[in-house]
């Protein structure tokens, strides 16, 4: 089993920022794309950030220029830098991880984090 931790979320006000991160634990063997997810109330779960083993990373439109996504593969943790944080970024911030588990070479598991409530409000 793998276990996802995130922290960081908090109340910010409208131009400030906000570090995420999330911490894998557990029988990995390794993490293929860690990624960010995000759901407003009465919304739709939303991605946020990806980033691949390598370090190749994508954004959602609304995010571009203003958040950055980073891994530590060693440790297995991924971040979300948040800049210039806008009320419309209110949600509760998830973490998922495609993880090869010892064992189960052949496929990557879906895991998520329990999220991080990030509340942008002055």
């Known amino acids: 089993q793998v276990q996802l931790v995130e922290s960081g979320g908090g109340l910010v006000q409208p131009g400030g920022s906000l570090r995420l991160s999330c911490a894998a634990s557990g029988s990995i063997f390794s993490i293929n794309a860690m990624g960010w997810y995000r759901q407003a109330p009465g919304k739709r779960r939303e991605l946020v950030a990806v980033i691949s083993s390598g370090g190749s990373a994508n954004f959602a439109d609304s995010v571009k220029g203003r958040f950055t996504i980073s891994r530590d593969n060693a440790k297995n943790t991924v971040f979300l830098q948040m800049n210039s944080l806008k009320p419309e970024d209110t949600a509760v911030y998830y973490c998922?991880?495609?993880?090869?588990?010892?064992?189960?070479?052949?496929?990557?598991?879906?895991?998520w984090g329990q999220g991080t409530q990030v509340t942008v409000s002055s």
């Open positions: 998922n991880a495609a993880v090869i588990e010892y064992g189960h070479w052949w496929t990557a598991s879906d895991y």
